[in-house]
């Protein structure tokens, strides 16, 4: 799997485990993401999907670098799609 599909795949999952907020985004922690079994199967380093995704500019969070435990409560944002891209996938 390349990077963009490990991309693709974390925002599915953060769709999944995340809460859809007002404007059309989702958000998670990540020791929600950490800790699921589907997550833990699919990405090899979740992590490393994380900072692409967010030098991709598809999620925000704080921080650089998150790490298990000490990192488990910082949100996850997976920015809505634009109008115009969330007309043509419906």
């Known amino acids: 799997m390349n990077v ?3 991309v693709e ?3 599915e999952e953060i769709k999944r485990l ?3 907020q007002a404007d059309g985004s989702y958000k998670v922690t990540f ?3 950490f800790h699921d079994d589907k997550c833990a199967n699919i ?3 979740l992590v490393g999907t994380l900072r692409a995704a967010k030098k991709r500019k598809f999620v925000t969070y704080d921080g650089e670098l998150l790490l298990q435990g000490v990192h488990d409560n910082v949100e996850i944002t997976l920015k ?3 109008a115009a891209a969330a007309v043509a996938t419906s």
Request: aromatic share 6%; proline share 11%.
């Open 31 to 33: 020791g929600v993401l």
């Open 80 to 82: 809505p799609l634009p």
């Open 18 to 20: 995340g809460k859809i």
């Open 4 to 6: 963009e599909e490990e």
């Open 9 to 11: 795949r974390l925002k």
């Open 43 to 45: 990405f090899e380093a």
